[in-house]
């Protein structure tokens, strides 16, 4: 079945430093991979996504890139700030048919101090 | 893109109570996803709410525990029956982008719920 591994958290890093948290997958077929952010006390956003090999997705100084080879959709931040503190998810879903379930990792706490 | 509300945002229930969250879309769609979240963990899908049929409940969750409805495109209720202290967590509405096949969803602000 599929199924999404995570760094394990908490990550703390000062302000302006590089962020990179790791994900790699199991799944069967060519899923879309996904990064949701949850900040304090609110739901889940889609932060970005990338639907096939090599595709790169950005938003906001994030990147992921789907990388086939290593099965991995890694997230980085060349410079964080405090306003990113956040739990991170690394999700996967099955592309096309009619089962959009997403599986998600077990979320990674980000605090991100002045 | 899709505005999800939920109600209600947080709650504390009583142990043997029920609790009803309603789940509200700006759009039509198809399908909607309920989602729950532990404290501490991840989101695990509960069931899939289809407009006209019964909920398709993932594994290890019953429909007497966790009654769905759907009676249009627009709004689904789901239901925490008999609740117990293992019942709080975050409960999460999500709907799936139709323009998009990539299987992205959207998600409410939850419905947090502690039981006592």
């Known amino acids: 079945g599929n199924s999404v591994t995570q760094m394990e958290g908490p990550v703390t890093l000062s302000e302006e430093a590089f962020l990179t948290i790791n994900c790699t997958y199991t799944?069967?077929?060519?899923?879309?991979l996904f990064w949701y952010v949850q900040y304090p006390g609110e739901g889940l956003q889609l932060l970005l996504k990338?639907?096939?090999?090599?595709d790169k997705g950005s938003n906001k100084g994030f990147e992921a890139t789907y990388r086939k080879e290593t099965t991995s959709f890694h997230l980085e931040k060349g410079s964080v700030q405090v306003s990113d503190s956040a739990v991170y998810f690394c999700a996967l879903s099955r592309s096309g048919g009619s089962n959009y379930k997403l599986t998600f990792g077990k979320g990674t706490l980000l605090t991100v101090n002045p | 893109s899709a505005v999800i509300s939920q109600k209600p945002s947080r709650d504390i229930c009583q142990r043997g109570t029920s609790l009803t969250i309603q789940c509200q879309v700006d759009?039509?769609?198809?399908?909607m996803f309920w989602y729950r979240q532990q404290p501490g963990q991840s989101l695990t899908l509960i069931a899939t709410a289809n407009q006209g049929s019964e909920a398709t409940y993932e594994s290890g969750f019953v429909i007497d525990k966790f009654p769905i409805s759907r009676p249009n495109l627009t709004f689904s209720t789901l239901t925490v029956s008999n609740m117990s202290p293992e019942d709080s967590s975050i409960y999460l509405c999500?709907?799936?982008?139709?323009?998009?096949?990539?299987?992205?969803?959207?998600f409410g602000e939850g419905s947090r719920l502690t039981v006592l």
């Open positions: 990338a639907t096939k090999a090599d």
């Open positions: 999500s709907v799936r982008d139709r323009s998009m096949n990539t299987g992205e969803l959207f």
């Open positions: 759009s039509q769609v198809t399908m």
């Open positions: 799944a069967t077929g060519y899923p879309s």
